[in-house]
Nanobody, 117 residues
Framework: QVQLVESGGGLVQPGGSLRLSCAVSGGIFRLYTMGWYRQAPGKQRELIATITSGGSTNYADSVKGRFTISRDNTKKTVYLQMISLKPEDTAVYYC???????????WGQGTQVTVSS
């Protein structure tokens, strides 16, 4: 069975950087579209970045230019490099996987990112 495990979250100062990882076990990683979502307290879960099996990426306007999604098919891992972090980036960040971008099949448990001085 397929399991997604996020790591790399933590506390960072405004303007700082953080790199999240999502390790995938089981399944056929190279066939998946991978994504990153985030959910802040009291808000809906927001799709912030996707990367297809072919490497095409897409970003929400709120993170465009600051966040970069990438994948390593050998390590079966997807990454989210975050720079110029703002307090409003504070949220639980979730990794996702599916065969198409708009149909998530698998979810990670989430990792907390807190941007605060």
């Amino acid at each position: 069975q397929v399991q997604l495990v996020e790591s790399g979250g933590g506390l960072v100062q405004p303007g700082g950087s953080l790199r999240l990882s999502c390790a995938v076990s089981g399944g056929i990683f190279r066939l998946y579209t991978m994504g990153w979502y985030r959910q802040a307290p009291g808000k809906q879960r927001e799709l912030i970045a996707t990367i297809t099996s072919g490497g095409s990426t897409n970003y929400a306007d709120s993170v465009k230019g600051r966040f970069t999604i990438s994948r390593d098919n050998t390590k079966k891992t997807v990454y989210l490099q975050m720079i110029s972090l703002k307090p409003e980036d504070t949220a639980v960040y979730y990794c996702s996987a599916g065969y198409v971008t708009d149909k998530v099949i698998y979810w990670g448990q989430g990792t907390q990112v807190t941007v605060s001085s």
